[in-house]
């Protein structure tokens, strides 16, 4: 459903941008319906900047992003518009996630409203509908971001994506601020979503033990290019690039 052929981003560093990173080069890989696919890398090696160009926040170098064969990077703002919809993102820092001047009832109505998906109405009485589901409860509608637990903001800002029915959900690190208690939670709801929703996930992460758990695919990522990409159970037990050898030897002796 998603395919990336050789997508390049750079950006440009130093006065007056002199100096050129390229975060993340010739990046190809597909997402398919329905499938969590995992992308895993160290810190700096270009997981966030890939998620905001699959995601439309940032404009690539080169290269294209098809969405149901549809050449996103070629579209006019406009005609973007209906596929931000269909794929939705989760950041990774819970207080970024929402606006922190608003109660968490206003940020959930917005994409109702701007989506022009129900009078406003029927979405409060929809938003009520799903708290359960998310695990939250009415009263968290109307506190603001900073008097909820970053667990419950990560519920929320779930809660505020799937409001709009995606079809694929980018997920960046949308564990990594939590507690390990608070983080399986995570894990298991992410789980429930996806049985639920019919949902494809591109999940964001550094953490290989949470990347193995939940993909059906995996993506290793060094240095903006990707090594090496199979199903989980292939790269973890027969993995072909020595790094991705390194990983699954230091996951086998409990190292990682
Ligand atoms: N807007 C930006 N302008 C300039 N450089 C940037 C920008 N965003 C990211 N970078 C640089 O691009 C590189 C990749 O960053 P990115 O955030 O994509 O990596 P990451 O793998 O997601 O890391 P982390 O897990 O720490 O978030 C880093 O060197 C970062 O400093």
Known sequence: MLELRKVTKSYGRGWPFSQKITPVKEVSFSVYPQKTTGLVGKSGCGKSTLARCITGLQP??????LYQDVSLNRLSFRDWLPYRRKIQMVFQHPDTALNPKKKILESLKEPFRLHR?????E??????????FFGLTEDILFRYPHQVSG?????V???RA?????????????TSMLDVSVQAQMIQLLQKIQQEFSLSMLFISHDIHL????????LIMKEGRILEQGSTESIFSNPIHPETKK??????VGLF
């Not at 990347?211 to 995996?218: G, M, Y």
Request: glycine share 4%; charged share 25%; no cysteine.
């Open 60 to 65: 690539i170098d080169s290269g294209h992003i």
């Open 117 to 121: 998906i129900l009078p406003e109405r």
């Open 123 to 132: 979405a409060v009485q929809k938003i009520r509908e799903s708290l359960a």
């Open 151 to 155: 667990g419950q903001i990560q519920r």
């Open 157 to 159: 800002a779930l809660l």
């Open 162 to 174: 799937l409001s709009l029915q995606p079809e694929l959900l980018v997920l960046d690190e949308p």
């Open 211 to 218: 990347i193995k758990a939940i993909s059906d695919q995996v």
């Open 247 to 252: 990983i699954a030897d230091s996951l086998r």
